[in-house]
């Protein structure tokens, strides 16, 4: 039985809103899995999906600050270095996921993501000067080999997808490690919903010029020239639009959960929650 003055620690404001960070990220991760899945059967252009859910998270971002949620806050320019890199990053970590999940099965992708929490270890050590204790450890051991297998039923491997899963591994713990560091810096912290106003709008303009020098087959069969699009044609379907709006929705819910919870706890946490989709 807990003492009252421990329950009270358990169940105090933070960890509340922290916990309900975390349910909204598990859930919204798994729908978007699925969605994004269907989606690129009809529309088969990972970098054009991305694009487009990143415009929308730049256009509801403007929107926010213009309403006062949050104050517009900028990068010096003694940080433009950072700022690219974050932006690149940012811009290239669910582009290549999805690029991934076109080319993976589910289980596939979710194996690989294993990889990911090694990787932040990792990451954190060489950022933010952390060490994972021999208990925790074992702990992330434990956890990464239940993952493995639980997905290794629906394991399918092949170059593109092989290639795919190292590039999400590598962007997405480049970017949680240093958004989390920058959310908890003891100086003048970023707010999430500032980080990513200063993120998403650059990055969405890196993903469009990406898509459209990579996707051009799938951009003409989109403006109906016949063309290269006989490759990658888009799939015209009445469920299209309403698979382009759920995953847009649902991406602002993943990226603002991810950065929360990487500013209210780590980068390693989150990684370990992205576990749970399993």
Request: net charge positive; charged share 10%.
């Amino acid at each position: 039985r807990l003492e009252p003055c421990k329950a009270m620690t358990l169940f105090n404001l933070q960890n509340l809103v922290t916990a309900a960070w975390i349910l909204l990220s598990i859930w919204s991760a798994v729908a978007i899995m699925f969605l994004n899945k269907q989606l690129m059967v009809l529309l088969p252009a990972p970098v054009m999906i991305s694009a487009i859910q990143y415009v929308f998270m730049g256009v509801a971002l403007e929107s926010m600050a213009c309403a006062g949620v949050f104050i517009r806050r900028k990068f010096p320019w003694n940080q433009f270095q950072m700022l690219a890199a974050l932006t690149l990053t940012c811009a290239m970590a669910p582009t290549v996921s999805n690029m991934s999940l076109r080319y993976n099965s589910v289980g596939t992708c979710q194996l690989f993501k294993t990889l990911q929490t090694p990787a932040i270890v990792a990451g954190e050590y060489i950022i933010q000067s952390k060490v994972v204790s021999r208990q925790r450890a074992v702990w992330l051991t434990g956890i990464c080999i239940g993952v493995a297998v639980s997905t290794v039923s629906d394991l399918e491997l092949g170059l593109k997808g092989v290639l795919a899963a190292f590039a999400a591994i590598a962007c997405s713990t480049l970017y949680k490690v240093a958004t989390a560091k920058l959310q908890q810096q003891s100086v003048d912290p970023w707010d999430s919903l500032a980080l990513m106003h200063a993120l998403m709008p650059p990055g969405a303009v890196v993903l469009c010029v990406f898509s459209l020098l990579t996707e051009t087959s799938q951009w003409m069969s989109l403006l109906g020239d016949d063309g290269d699009a006989q490759r990658n044609p888009v799939s015209w379907s009445n469920s299209l639009p309403f698979l382009l709006t759920g995953t847009v929705v649902l991406s602002f819910a993943v990226t603002l959960s991810q950065f929360k919870i990487c500013g209210l706890t780590s980068a390693l946490t989150q990684s370990l929650i992205g576990q749970f989709k399993t």
